[in-house]
């Protein structure tokens, strides 16, 4: 049921960016793009999400193309700490919609 | 502050035997989810309370599993009986929802539950 397609893994060297596309070609006006990760036998945690504009925190990035129909999340410096499941998740604006989880991307990164 | 926090962390039953998980959200959040990975599948959504109400119990998957939020504080989920496919890692998670407002859903670190 999900609605993103993400690439099934990907590698990135310690201390580079790594970064990691997402699609939602029918992402819809009022949903917005979350990013969780899940670390290996814990629960998933949130990492940042946004509407249109791109956003930064202290984790990352998120880079939203202008059609919306695919984004990026781009963490600048990797570190081993990084290696996870990362999902990218497309939700319905306010209130009670809930999130679902496709297969996500699992990021390795290596010394 | 406390995060959400989920008991036990691990537990092991028999088949027909029930289980009762407990998870205690943040301090302060209105909405309770209830999410489980069985294995070599996705984390799929169960249940999402408001408060003590259920807002969305489209994912239970049968009448086997209760969830309740006595309250609106911390919230159980009860199987039973127990069957073999209930194995699997039962996360929770909460957030405080402001209106048209996102925040995000802070997670547990599960309870991973074996039937054998």
């Known amino acids: 049921d999900a609605k993103t397609t993400q690439p099934p893994s990907m590698d990135c060297a310690e201390g580079r960016a790594a970064n990691l596309p997402c699609n939602h070609s029918?992402?819809?006006?009022?949903?917005?793009v979350y990013w969780y990760r899940q670390i290996h036998s814990q629960g998933p945690q949130y990492i940042i999400h946004?509407?249109?504009n791109n956003e930064t925190n202290e984790m990352a990035s998120l880079i939203i193309t202008e059609d919306r129909k695919s984004s990026t999340l781009i963490l600048p410096h990797a570190t081993l700490r990084d290696t996870a499941v990362y999902y990218c998740i497309v939700r319905v604006g306010g209130g009670y919609s809930t999130l679902t989880f496709g297969k996500g991307t699992m990021l390795l990164v290596s010394p | 502050e406390a995060g959400v926090t989920q008991f036990p962390s691990h537990s092991v039953i028999e088949k027909g035997q029930t289980v009762t998980l407990r998870c205690d959200p943040i301090s302060g959040h209105d909405n309770l989810y209830w999410y489980r990975r069985v294995m070599g599948k996705e984390i799929k959504f169960l249940l999402h309370f408001v408060k003590e109400s259920k807002q969305d119990e489209s994912g239970m998957p049968n009448n086997r599993f209760l969830a309740e939020r006595t309250g609106g504080t911390y919230s159980t989920l009860k199987v039973q009986p127990a069957e073999l496919e209930d194995s699997g890692v039962y996360f929770c998670?909460?957030?405080?929802?402001?209106?048209?407002?996102?925040?995000?859903?802070?997670f547990g670190q599960g309870t991973r539950l074996t039937v054998v």
């Open positions: 946004g509407l249109k």
């Open positions: 998670a909460s957030s405080q929802d402001f209106g048209t407002m996102n925040t995000e859903a802070f």
């Open positions: 029918t992402i819809s006006g009022n949903e917005y």
